[in-house]
């Protein structure tokens, strides 16, 4: 199965004036690397996140970001803090007392430390009930995530497929090639056979020496045969459902190493020309599996 490593899910979630939104955007990556940003209060959620994501991407470089807004009551979100306040004031009160300050204290004096006003802790119950959104808005998110990876994938697969297809046809037209190059194989072997035979100093084991080179340097059977079973199994792990993208980038290595071998056994321009357009699919192809999960 091909499946996109680019991609991005957007996904909300609502109750009683609360908003969750969650956004995932995801690159090319070698391995599966998730960064989360969080509201501060939800920090300890980071891991359980990644857990959640983790069972349905297996690559990519993955950006989640987590927003959460609540409707404006008209209260303000800060408290007094009235210990703190009583002391302030009495404190300055003794200090104006004892300075022999007869001004009056006035709200700006107590006001002037800062820690006479607090953020409320929120209860269990309501960090429960933001934590639920936001794990409602992150499975919307990654199914919309998904869902644009395969269809992106569907493309890529296409596309895949095609240039498998047109290295395919290249392997026909060097077999076409090969095929009628076996009598002027056959030939320059006869001709060099029986340069080795003229000479007065014959060495019979150099003989079968250069019989096996010239024949296997001409021979490129075995390549053309592992390069027809790898474009088989690169279509193959195509239509498996599995991620196959390294497996992919495993064939398209073992494809390029045939097509080389072929490329410089072969001594014929003919053939040198169509594994020149096989390789030429083949970067192309190497390309587009750096994007495949």
């Keep these: 199965m091909i499946i996109s490593m680019t991609g991005f899910g957007r996904g909300e979630a609502a109750d009683n004036g609360l908003n969750a939104t969650v956004e ?3 690159l090319n990556s070698r391995y599966l690397d998730i960064t989360t940003r969080l509201p501060q209060r939800l920090q300890n959620k980071e891991l359980v996140i990644k857990e959640l994501i983790q069972k349905s991407v297996s690559r ?13 009551s008209g209260e303000p979100a800060i408290q007094v803090d009235q210990k703190k ?3 302030y004031a009495k404190l300055l009160n003794e200090l104006r007392e004892a300075a022999g300050i007869e001004v009056p204290l006035n709200i700006k004096n107590i006001t002037s430390f800062s820690d006479v006003f607090i953020t409320p802790e929120e209860d269990e119950d309501s960090l429960n009930r933001k934590w639920e959104l936001v794990k409602e808005a992150t499975v919307n998110a990654l199914s919309n995530l998904m869902e644009m990876r395969s269809q992106e994938g569907n493309q890529l697969k296409k596309d895949l497929i095609d240039r498998i297809q047109a290295i395919d046809t290249a392997l026909d037209e060097i077999l076409v090639i090969t095929d009628g190059r076996s009598k002027e194989v056959r030939k320059k072997l006869h001709e060099r056979i029986k340069q080795l ?3 007065e100093n014959l060495d019979e084991e150099r003989l079968e020496m250069e019989v096996v080179i010239m024949a296997d340097k001409m021979d490129i059977t075995e390549e053309t045969v592992r390069l027809r ?9 195509i239509e498996q459902p599995e991620p196959a993208g390294r497996r992919l980038n495993f064939l398209t290595q ?3 190493r045939e097509l080389n071998t072929i490329g410089s056994k072969a001594n014929d321009s003919g053939i040198a020309h169509h594994v020149v357009k096989a390789k030429e699919m083949l970067e192309q192809i190497r390309e587009q599996v750096q994007n495949v999960e």
Excluded: W
């Design 24 to 26: 995932i955007k995801s």
């Design 60 to 72: 990519g470089k993955l950006n989640v970001s987590v927003y959460l807004s609540e409707q404006d």
């Design 85 to 87: 306040a009583k002391a």
């Design 197 to 199: 035979i003229d000479d």
């Design 229 to 237: 079973a790898h474009l088989k199994f690169f279509i193959e792990a």
């Design 254 to 256: 073992e494809i390029n």
